[in-house]
């Protein structure tokens, strides 16, 4: 055989192989680079979930404290009645948003039907939180709450007439304990009680302004959840609260705003509500 024949032979072997070689590292490095833009999206979806839970929970509140103990978890809310209407504002917030993740190169979008239609946070035990102008409420949307005790700060701007909420403390055959410590321009009161989660109890508060305002607390079984509470107000009435709701709830604890989220960047989409905190 010719050896000239051979030697371009070989080099177009050569040749061949470096190409292919060329190509394999370009290749493995246009991966490479897929999969750390791919991490960079990943991570950019997990800040973006975060950044806008703290933004929702800055701008609506309440402000929520969880803690535990061996035995069981307690989780605090704290609030203020009545509230503002907040559909104006997180209209805006969409808006603002829309205009962030197009200079963002990024498709995000808000769903805040949840939250207008009453139901604020959503919690990993089942518990959920509403909220509307004027009153708040512990329950859960498919079963019972497994609270085991309730303790409730209420303090008011005005001069009581009638209440109810001494009555409380003749209550001492239920299941699950509640605790009120109430204060107004007339003074404080304090109760210590208990009440059946399955049938429903209510205690009230009237006051002598014009127009007339109270407050009612509503222990029991409500909206098919035993075990839940809520407090209302009527009037011109200003309301601190702070509810703590207490119960042996297994597991790690976390809450989210009801609202839905959807991100996509790249290769990358995620759908959730966005969670607060995990305890």
Avoid: C
């Avoid at 321009?185 to 002598?208: C, H, K, M, Q, R």
């Amino acid at each position: 055989m010719d050896r000239g024949f051979l030697v371009t032979l070989s080099t177009m072997l050569l040749l061949m192989a470096s190409l292919l070689l060329v190509q394999s590292s370009q290749k493995a490095g246009r991966n490479s680079e897929r999969a750390v833009l791919d991490a960079q999206a990943i991570d950019s979806a997990a800040y973006e979930f975060d950044d806008m839970a703290w933004d929702l929970n800055a701008m609506l509140g309440p402000q929520v404290n969880i803690s535990r103990n061996s035995s069981e978890s307690n989780i605090t809310f704290t609030e203020q009645l009545p509230q503002s209407d907040y559909s104006s504002l997180l209209s805006n917030y969409s808006s603002f948003i829309a205009n962030y993740s197009n200079w963002i190169n990024t498709n995000i979008t808000l769903n805040f039907s949840g939250i207008l239609n009453g139901t604020l946070l959503v919690f990993s035990n089942g518990l959920q939180y509403d909220r509307n102008a004027t009153a708040v409420r512990v329950y859960a949307s498919n079963a019972g709450t497994n609270a085991s005790a309730y303790e409730l700060s209420i303090s008011s701007n005005d001069y009581r007439n009638i209440e109810s909420i001494n009555n409380i403390n003749s209550m001492q055959s239920g299941a699950v304990k509640l605790m009120v410590h109430y204060s107004d321009l007339n003074g404080s009161i304090e109760a210590i009680g208990t009440f059946d989660p399955n049938s429903v109890a209510s205690y009230s508060v009237s006051y002598t302004g014009d127009p007339a305002s109270a407050i009612m607390i509503r222990v029991g079984n409500f909206s098919g959840s035993s075990g839940s509470i809520a407090v209302e107000q009527t009037g011109f009435l200003q309301v601190g609260l702070n509810l703590t709701a207490r119960g042996s709830w297994n597991g790690s604890l976390a809450y989210a705003y009801n609202a839905n989220m959807n991100y996509g960047q790249l290769n990358v989409t995620k759908n959730d509500l966005l969670w607060v905190g995990r305890h």
